[in-house]
C-alpha cells in the first residue's frame, strides 16, 4: 500500500494553483474541469511521478470550521519536506511568503510553518543527518 493522493482544502482553486504552482514550485498533473470545480492535482517538480496533492475545494460545511480551528491552534494542514529549512525559509520570504512559525530545531528535524494564501497553514521540514 503507498499514498496515491492527499490533500489540503482551498478556498480558491485557481489562486491555490498559481501560489502551489509558482511560488512552491509544484506542477500541474491534472486539472480537469468538474462542475464549478476542478480536479486539481499537483505534484513535486523532484518526483513527478510521486504523491499527488489534490487542491480541494473547501466548499463543503465543515471545512471551514475545521481549517479555522486548525489555524488558530497553529496546527499545519501539510507538511513538505524540503533539503534545508533555513533555504527553504529565505527563498520563500523573499517571495513574499508569511511565515506564522520561523525556522525551529525540533529534536531531529528542523520546521517552519507559513500561510498558503489559500486559508491554510503549511509546514515545510528537514531531517537532520
Not at 500541474?28 to 492535482?41: A, H, I, Q, R
Not at 504523491?51 to 463543503?60: D, G, I, R, S
Not at 533539503?83 to 531531529?108: H, M, W
Request: charged share 25%.
Amino acid at each position: 500500500m503507498r499514498i496515491y493522493i492527499t490533500s489540503v482544502f482551498v478556498s480558491d482553486q485557481n489562486k491555490a494553483k498559481d501560489f502551489y504552482t509558482k511560488v512552491l514550485g509544484f506542477k500541474v498533473k491534472n486539472d480537469v474541469p468538474v462542475g464549478e470545480f476542478s480536479w486539481l492535482t499537483l505534484v513535486s517538480s523532484e518526483d513527478e511521478n510521486g504523491t499527488e496533492l489534490l487542491l480541494e475545494p473547501a466548499a463543503h460545511r465543515a471545512v471551514g470550521p475545521y481549517r479555522e480551528a486548525l489555524k488558530a491552534d497553529g496546527i499545519p494542514a501539510a507538511s513538505f519536506a524540503v533539503d534545508d529549512v533555513q533555504a527553504e525559509y529565505e527563498r520563500l520570504t523573499g517571495l513574499g511568503v508569511k511565515f506564522t512559525q520561523d525556522p525551529t530545531d525540533a529534536g531531529p528535524v528542523t520546521v517552519a510553518t507559513f500561510d498558503d494564501t489559500c486559508g491554510n497553514l503549511i509546514q515545510i521540514s528537514s531531517y537532520q543527518r
